[in-house]
């Protein structure tokens, strides 16, 4: 193999990519006809397509590049990464029909635009906004960047990681400008399935590195037996009460149960997005959410997450070298056709999670928020251009942040799940629990908020900022910033909840609750399995992601020196477990209790009552004014503030 | 066919494609990087069922190849044919390599024969190619 050769096949592969990508969003634009299905492929995805492209953005390139090095660099301490497909699935088995329907009558194209007609609430359009932001800037970036140094790692540094950055990002930015939620979907379509089987083919090299399954838990078995590395097949515990990451003079460990559960409760955050909401509002029919998120997402990336990821991961721990990084520059030398396709299906996969993240937020700021606030008259195409201006910028501040300012990168990708799992109670409000209030829910996530940030470096690093130094760390009490959120999420609504008037919801709100109420009630039989259900989800919770994964480290033979009775460690062969039971635990939900079986109806749009419309270009402007003024004045502040307190 | 469904037939044809249409030529290229016949093999067999995949979305959508396929698909086979043959003039082909390359001619050969007769018949796949005089046609009118 000459020198040439061995270097052409990434760059041919990458042309070839980009060509496919430029094609079919030349064909979405075609479809697209004019601006006016731009954002939502005119509610018209086949199911097949969502159902694709929900399961690859939750699973994206994160349980690649993130998962597998976890394992690699811990063991198996965190549990709750091996079962990913059952967690990222039981938020969609909860939500995506209801939220479907209720899009569906109330004719609305994004989770905003959900909350504000049902609790006509700005603030959590403005949280949803963000959420958005963060998963376009932060969470997606930092995948761009660990891509973008792995393509400059393979190309032995002719092409530097920012080149390679700013093509990525230019071919995203071009095929979401252009063919809008229809390119992101039939791409997200193409791009899930390469995603899947690059995912297979690092599994299957990983084990014919290693010699083999048996040979790989041969060697772990081994180092199961070390005093040194024999905490990596182990849970450490349920809780450690210390005060967090970068506190208490060293590392605090994170592999207890409870780290597990938070991890999973954040894993959940995912299909709470406003990512997850607009791919299901975008869809056709709500026929396939059941089978998608049983078959597809549980089940297979679930077994691709739950055995591949982790013996990827278990590769690392043998091997240092054997990391993806590692294993793509053996194959770079040894087969660098392989290297190629892989390398882009790891790219096709952060694309996926990028490109519909950057749609999401450019609609969110554009649609949710500029136009309702600043610009009501801005006619459709004009939002639609003023949309592909703002991807672009994002696009562009993306690409920055992870050469320039990759610590702030990762404090912002680090809270873009835990905080898109506090709109859990919100998304309940709207879609079950009728009982969740408008003040309550917003405190909720208020809260919800409070307790992430104040748990996570982002939060902890800007009050250090100004001179206010937390007790406490990164996930104190070994806890996850989700779980953390949350706790004071639900605390919140419980209290506010019962203090505050269950019937002043607008017109909307009691429309979506009678909607619901007469057209998705469940069978009797499905009302006779409730409480079953109930308890077979704690069941899985508590011994899948919980505290009872405790019972995981001995279950299959003794961790360290003893027998494996499954010829793998018993943690692992735990969760193998586990998967299984979650696979069938998430079909019992969707099918036996009816929360996301397919159901055939047609739905009439709702004819709100006639208002008068006010012309409000006047306030309009005056909002703008004062929103220019307060950008002024804060952009003074920092730079004040950065002068007084920075170091 | 609607504009909705070709355009799902395509994304189902390009993800075919991309996964065991590509594997299965990497799995090519790795066989005769190493003169190994079974690795080739594993190649061959990857293509075959993209090849068998993509008809069997074909039957789904009830649609033969496209003129666009038909054309990539042939002028692909004719470029990895004179590749091939090149290959071989220029002498010092390992044999597990010429039988692999021969293997992978036959079987897409068979294929596309087969295919044709499943499609359209013998009489039929026999009448694809048979081009008909002037003076035959205005007979039998």
Redesign the interface.
């Given at each position: 193999?000459t020198g040439l050769s061995h270097e052409m096949w990434l760059p041919l592969f990458g042309f070839l990519y980009a060509a496919?990508t430029l094609y079919?969003a030349r064909?979405a634009a075609l479809?697209n006809r004019n601006t006016e299905t731009f954002f939502s492929a005119g509610h018209?995805l086949?199911p097949?397509?969502a159902v694709l492209v929900l399961a690859g953005s939750a699973i994206s390139g994160w349980f690649l590049l993130g998962g597998a090095a976890e394992i690699s660099a811990h063991g198996f301490g965190l549990p709750a990464l091996l079962q990913g497909g059952v967690a990222l699935a039981l938020p969609g088995v909860f939500f995506f029909k209801r939220i479907w329907f209720v899009a569906q009558r109330l004719r609305l194209s994004s989770q905003g635009e959900l909350f504000r007609s049902y609790y006509h609430s700005e603030f959590l359009v403005v949280v949803s906004a963000a959420i958005s932001v963060l998963f376009a800037v932060g969470f997606a970036g930092l995948q761009l960047r660990a891509v973008s140094h792995l393509i400059s790692l393979l190309t032995g540094g002719t092409v530097s990681p920012l080149q390679a950055g700013v093509v990525v990002g230019f071919v995203l930015f071009g095929y979401v400008v252009i063919g809008g939620m229809r390119a992101v979907g039939?791409l997200g379509?193409?791009q899930t399935?390469?995603l899947g089987?690059v995912l297979i083919?690092f599994a299957g090299f990983a084990l014919l590195e290693v010699g083999g399954f048996r040979t790989l838990n041969d060697a772990l078995r081994a180092l199961a037996a070390e005093d040194a590395t024999g905490a990596r097949f182990l849970v450490s515990g349920v809780i450690h009460f210390t005060a967090g990451l970068g506190r208490d003079g060293g590392v605090a460990l994170t592999s207890t149960s409870v780290t597990s559960l938070g991890l999973a409760f954040a894993l959940m955050g995912f299909q709470a997005s406003p990512l997850a909401a607009k791919i299901v509002m975008s869809t056709q029919s709500a026929n396939g959410f059941g089978a998608g998120q049983t078959w597809v997402l549980a089940g297979v990336f679930g077994g691709l997450i739950a055995f591949g990821v982790a013996v990827i991961g278990a590769a690392g721990i043998v091997d240092p070298n054997l990391s993806l990084p590692g294993m793509l520059a053996r194959l770079a030398e040894a087969?660098p056709?392989?290297m190629g396709?892989m390398t882009i299906g790891l790219v096709a996969g952060v694309q996926l999670v990028a490109g519909l993240a950057l749609l999401t937020a450019g609609e969110a700021l554009v649609r949710n928020l500029y136009k309702p606030w600043f610009h009501s008259g801005l006619s459709r195409a004009d939002t639609v251009n003023l949309t592909r201006i703002v991807i672009g910028v994002l696009t562009l501040g993306s690409v920055l942040m992870q050469f320039l300012a990759p610590v702030a990168l990762s404090a912002l990708g680090s809270v873009a799940l835990p905080l898109a799992f506090q709109l859990w109670t919100p998304l309940l409000g709207t879609t079950w629990l009728r009982w969740i209030t408008r003040p309550a829910a917003v405190t909720g996530v208020g809260f919800g908020i409070a307790g992430v940030l104040l748990t996570e470096p982002l939060g902890y690093q800007i009050l250090s900022f100004l001179g206010l130094e937390l007790p406490w760390g990164r996930w104190p009490w070994t806890i996850h910033s989700a779980a953390w959120g949350m706790a004071a999420n639900l605390a919140a609504v419980l209290i506010v909840s019962a203090i505050t008037n269950r019937r002043s919801f607008g017109e909307e709100a009691v429309e979506v609750q009678r909607f619901l109420r007469e057209t998705l009630r469940i069978g009797e039989r499905a009302h006779a399995l409730r409480s079953t259900a109930w308890s077979v989800v704690l069941a899985w919770l508590f011994f899948a992601v919980g505290p009872g994964l405790i019972f995981g480290n001995y279950a299959f033979g003794a961790a360290k020196g003893g027998t494996w009775l499954v010829g793998m460690p018993s943690i692992w062969a735990w969760s193998l477990l586990f998967w299984v039971l979650g696979v069938a635990m998430t079909w019992f939900l969707s099918y036996a209790l009816e929360m996301a079986s397919p159901y055939r109806l047609e739905i009439p749009p709702y004819s709100p009552p006639p208002r008068l419309r006010r012309d409000h270009s006047a306030d309009e402007r005056e909002r703008l004014r004062i929103l220019v003024i307060s950008g002024a004045a804060a952009f003074a502040l920092i730079v004040l503030t950065t002068w007084s307190f920075g170091r | 066919m609607s504009?909705?469904a070709n355009?799902?037939r395509?994304?189902l044809v390009?993800?075919i494609w991309?996964?065991f249409g590509?594997?299965g030529?990497?799995f090519l290229?790795?066989g005769f990087?190493r003169s190994a016949y079974f690795v080739s093999l594993i190649g061959i067999g990857l293509i075959v069922v993209a090849f068998v995949a993509h008809i069997i979305v074909n039957a789904v959508f009830n649609q033969g190849f496209t003129n666009g396929e038909t054309a990539l698909g042939i002028g692909a086979l004719g470029v990895l044919a004179l590749m091939f043959v090149l290959a071989w003039a220029e002498g010092g082909m390992p044999e597990q390599n010429f039988y692999a390359g021969l293997t992978f001619f036959g079987v897409l050969v068979a294929g596309f024969i087969a295919y044709l007769v499943t499609r359209y018949g013998l009489r039929g796949a026999f009448s694809r190619f048979h081009v008909k005089t002037l003076s035959v046609a205005e007979s039998e009118r």
């Open positions: 193999m496919v079919w064909v479809q018209s086949p097949w397509i039939y379509a193409i399935l390469l089987a083919g087969s056709w392989f396709w | 504009p909705y355009v799902e395509g994304i390009f993800s991309g996964v590509v594997l030529l990497g290229l790795e990087a």
